[in-house]
């Protein structure tokens, strides 16, 4: 299994946030995996270390060129709640909301198609991950 990532109390940064925030698309794609393996074993993730190592899936996605390159990304990075357990899952989309939240008005124009992208397709995962998990709207 993989390592905890190296949380660093007084910076706030973490091997897999560095990776992920690397401008090399290799780092990205290795940190990438290697954070999707260690939250895929986890039962659980507290939020203010999954908040940290969203700023660095945060900038990865902003590092992302080209349409079919953002396209795919967004893709992988929203169908990794489907991977984890039910808590992991829950404290993912929570943390990438609020992680949205947090950076929204520092995206500018030309990046901002993406984003909204990859929200929607954020959106949709939770929902086939509540529909997998037996979730109703006729429950409400």
Do not use: N
Not at 15 to 41: I, N, P, V, Y
Not at 89 to 113: A, H, K, N, Q, Y
């Amino acid at each position: 299994a993989e390592a905890a990532p190296a949380v660093v109390a007084q910076t706030g940064e973490s091997k897999f946030a560095r990776a992920l925030g690397s401008t090399d698309f290799h780092t990205r794609e290795k940190g990438l995996a290697a954070l999707t393996r260690w939250l895929a074993a986890r039962d659980a993730v507290d939020d203010a270390d999954l908040l940290k190592l969203w700023k660095g899936v945060f900038y990865c996605f902003w590092h992302s060129d080209k349409a079919p390159v953002q396209d795919d990304l967004a893709q992988r990075l929203a169908e990794m709640q489907l991977q984890f357990k039910p808590k992991v899952s829950l404290t993912f989309l929570r943390t990438f909301m609020l992680t949205i939240r947090r950076e929204w008005l520092g995206i500018d124009r030309l990046r901002l198609d993406k984003f909204m992208l990859l929200i929607r397709y954020f959106l949709r995962q939770a929902l086939v991950k509540l529909k997998r998990g037996g979730w109703s709207s006729r429950s409400l």
